[in-house]
């Protein structure tokens, strides 16, 4: 299994079905009925998909696409609340 690196989000609120992001990364996106775009699943991007990632997020006319990194998790850390 790749490691998700990135995670890719459709603002639905701006998307226009403009359809530029599935052309460049279909592996991301995918379209509803109306032709709108969406992430696939939960939106983790593979590592090597970064770049279409990126490059969608270029492309989007209307900057619905967001590419974040999420926050890093130190397993060396306990989080725990302790009585």
Do not use: K, W
Request: charged share 20%.
């Amino acid at each position: 299994m790749t490691h998700a690196s990135f995670r890719v989000h459709v603002d639905p609120d701006r998307c226009q079905g403009h359809n530029r992001c599935y052309s460049v990364s279909p592996d991301l996106f995918e379209l509803d009925d109306l032709g709108m775009s969406s992430e696939v699943g939960a939106g983790m991007v593979p590592a090597g998909l970064v770049s279409q990632a990126r490059l969608a997020v270029a492309n989007c006319p209307e900057h619905a696409i967001s590419l974040t990194e999420p926050p890093e998790i130190n397993p060396e850390i306990n989080t725990e609340v302790q009585p």
